[in-house]
């Protein structure tokens, strides 16, 4: 039987808080001192370079940065150059894949069908692009080749880390972002790419706390989780309990 997923929900974080929890959690996890967690969260303003962001993938200067708000943050996760910020859903699962029997390719695809079931309950019509790692709303789904962006508008992007069979990192899903903020960014390296959100699409969007509880169980239903099994809080950072589809 597998053991129950923790889900914890954090609220607003800075990007290098919620790493430093995530490394902690993923030694433990590693050397079986816990279980899966799931961490669900906000980050304060902050453009993350992924393993395979490029300097000019950052268009506005330090000083325009800086009046908005907004750090620029190297780290290890896979991905180009990505914007986080209010408004938007952060998931960080640290899973152990080799207990449930997955590898990086089906570990991407478990994300991308929790994000389009997520969507799916807030009635928006989201679908994956051919060759392409994300969620999108509109357009074709097809790859339109190397230096081009997709047709349709990018809703939530993935970026992820596994090493010693334990992934981190995760899913940013756009719920009331200020779409205006990706602007000082080539998002996720595809020139011309257009950004969305479910407010953006439906005209509201429910709060980011309550978005996360439908992702936590549409995650846990993505991943394989027996249905017998109970998404619970971890007490030690006072979080909410999760629903169970």
């Not at 190297?74 to 408004?87: I, L, M, V």
């Not at 962006?149 to 719920?175: C, E, Q």
């Amino acid at each position: 039987m597998t053991a129950p997923l923790q889900v914890s929900w954090l609220g607003m974080q800075t990007y290098d808080a919620a790493l430093a929890t995530q490394r902690q959690l993923h030694e433990r996890r590693v050397s079986g001192e816990t279980q899966d967690t799931l961490l669900l969260l906000e980050h304060s303003h902050v453009i993350t370079m992924g393993r395979r962001a490029l300097e000019s993938h950052v268009v506005s200067d330090a000083d325009t940065l800086a009046k908005a708000g907004v750090e620029v943050v190297e780290t290890d996760r896979g991905g180009e150059a990505t914007y986080h910020g209010p408004g938007q859903l952060i998931a960080y699962p640290i899973i152990d894949l080799r207990a449930l029997g997955l590898g990086p390719v089906s570990y991407v695809a478990a994300l991308e069908e929790a994000i389009i079931d997520t969507l799916a309950v807030y009635l928006v019509d989201a679908h994956r692009v051919a060759g392409r790692t994300g969620i999108w709303v509109g357009g074709d789904g097809e790859d339109p080749g190397e230096g081009n962006s997709p047709a349709g508008r990018k809703i939530a992007a993935i970026g992820v880390r596994i090493s010693r069979g334990v992934a981190m990192h995760g899913l940013a899903l756009n719920v009331s972002t200020d779409l205006l903020m990706f602007n000082h960014i080539v998002p996720c390296g595809m020139p011309g790419l257009k950004v969305t959100s479910i407010d953006e699409e439906q005209g509201a969007a429910p709060p980011v706390k309550i978005v996360g509880e439908q992702m936590a169980s549409e995650l846990a239903k993505a991943l394989g989780l027996d249905s017998s099994d109970e998404i619970v809080a971890s007490e030690a950072t006072q979080p909410w309990r999760a629903s169970r589809l």
